[in-house]
């Protein structure tokens, strides 16, 4: 075994786990999960058979990781955040075919007690403020707060907030990485500074 596995978690058969992940206290994972190197489960997550989880993400205390989710390298899930996988659930009526996929992109943070409502897309890096309630895609960069997610800014790779307007022309400086992003429209772009 390769990573370490806490002896309350349950890890089934054919589960595929990276070198270097940690599965902490009363995780399960279900035979067809995929998870990458260097992956933090904390206590009490479930992840199901159809998920992705790539290199590096941290998926907080009492988090659900659905069928039909993929979390690209380096996601933070943070406490008690809730994914679903249809969008509209019934006890009474089966409805296992209709899970709609939806993907976290690279380097992206889900805050605590954020939901994602299945179906859409996170961008890399983008930012899901404490409480929010995701209900359509989310651009690369973007800051978004609020029930239901409305953006309120841009944020760096680095984790803070850039000093951007929401739509328009103009560019900035990182000042811990001189990574400099740019606005152009909507959408922002990161130039990464090169090594001297």
Known sequence: ?????????IIDD????????????????CGGARIGAGVSLGQNVFVGNKVVIGDRC???????????????????????????????????IERKDQYRD?????????????????????????????????????????????????QRGWMSAYGEQLDLPLYGEASVTCPHTGDVYTLSGSVVTRQEATAS
């Open 1 to 9: 075994m390769n990573h370490y596995q806490h002896p309350s978690a």
């Open 14 to 29: 054919g589960a595929r786990i990276g070198e270097g992940s940690r599965i902490w206290h009363f995780v399960h994972v």
């Open 58 to 92: 941290k998926v907080q205390n009492n988090v659900s990781v659905y069928d039909n989710v993929t979390l690209e390298e380096g996601v933070f899930c943070g406490p008690s955040m809730v994914f679903t996988n249809v969008f509209n659930p019934r006890s009474l």
């Open 102 to 150: 939806t993907l976290v992109k690279r380097g992206a943070t889900l805050g605590a007690n954020c939901t994602i409502i299945c179906g859409v897309t996170i961008g890399a890096h983008a930012f899901v403020g404490a409480g929010a309630v995701v209900n359509k895609d989310v651009p690369d960069f973007a800051l978004v707060l609020g029930v239901p997610a409305r």
